[in-house]
C-alpha cells in the first residue's frame, strides 16, 4: 500500500501546491535538495501512518473523532518536523482551495457533516463518506502545502475507524500507465467539486479491491 506516495498532478485534485525548489518554512536546513527532503518527509508521513492506522490502539475511535484541532494535529505530525507550516491552517491566498480566512470555518462545518454522514441518521456507504471526506479537505486545501497527502491520510483513519480495508493509493509516476490514472483522477475530483461523486466512489472502490 502507498501511504506517502504523493501524484504528480498540476491541478488541484493532488493538493500540493508549490515547486520543488520552494524551501520557505523549512526547519531541517541540512535538507539542501529535493531528494533528501522527499525521503525526510516519507520517513516522517511513515511515521504518522504508525500512530494513527498500524500501531494497535487501546482503544475504539469516537463517533465524532474529526474536529478542526485534529486535522491540525494529523498535518502537524506528517510535516511539523521539517516544516514550520505543518499543522497550521494557510494565512494567504493559494492558486489552489478557498480564500484563506474562510479556513477555519469551513473545516469546522467539514467536521459538522461528516459527523452527520457517519450518524446512523445517515444512508451514506462508507466509501462515499470517504469520497467526500477527502474531496472537501482536499477542495479546502487547508495548509501551505501536504493537502492531498494529508486528506489521504485523513480518509485512511475513517477507513480504519470502520474496519474496512485501506485503499492502495497508486504513485502514478512509478506506473506504466500513469498518465491514464492521474487523468481519471482529476477528472473524478473535479466532478466531485460539482458534488457528482460516483466516479470518485468508484475510483476508491477500485483501490481498495487492488492487489
Not at 469546522?108 to 450518524?119: E, I, M, Q, R, V
Request: with cysteine.
Amino acid at each position: 500500500m502507498s501511504t506517502s506516495g504523493e501524484m504528480k498532478m498540476s491541478d488541484g485534485a493532488t493538493g500540493e501546491t508549490h515547486g520543488d525548489d520552494d524551501t520557505e518554512g523549512l526547519l531541517q536546513t541540512q535538507l539542501t535538495n529535493k531528494r533528501a527532503r522527499d525521503i525526510a518527509e516519507l520517513e516522517a508521513i511513515g511515521s504518522a501512518y504508525q500512530k494513527y492506522i498500524f500501531r494497535p490502539r487501546g482503544k475504539a475511535v469516537k463517533a465524532d473523532w474529526l474536529s478542526p484541532e485534529f486535522i491540525r494535529k494529523i498535518h502537524a505530525d506528517m510535516f511539523g518536523s521539517i516544516w514550520d507550516w505543518g499543522g497550521k491552517f494557510r494565512t494567504k491566498n493559494l492558486n489552489l482551495g478557498i480564500e484563506w480566512h474562510l479556513i477555519p470555518e469551513q473545516v469546522h462545518l467539514l467536521c459538522g457533516d461528516f459527523k452527520y454522514w457517519n450518524s446512523s441518521s445517515s444512508s451514506m456507504d462508507v466509501i462515499e463518506i470517504a469520497a467526500r471526506l477527502q474531496n472537501r479537505l482536499t477542495r479546502i486545501h487547508p495548509f501551505r502545502n501536504g493537502n492531498g497527502r494529508h486528506a489521504r491520510l485523513v480518509t485512511d483513519i475513517f477507513f480504519d475507524s470502520k474496519g474496512q480495508r485501506l485503499p492502495t493509493w497508486p504513485e502514478v509516476q512509478l506506473v506504466t500507465h500513469g498518465e491514464q490514472i492521474r487523468q481519471r483522477y482529476i477528472a473524478a475530483m473535479k466532478k466531485a467539486d460539482q458534488e457528482d461523486y460516483p466516479e470518485l466512489i468508484a475510483l476508491i472502490r477500485e483501490w481498495i479491491e487492488a492487489d
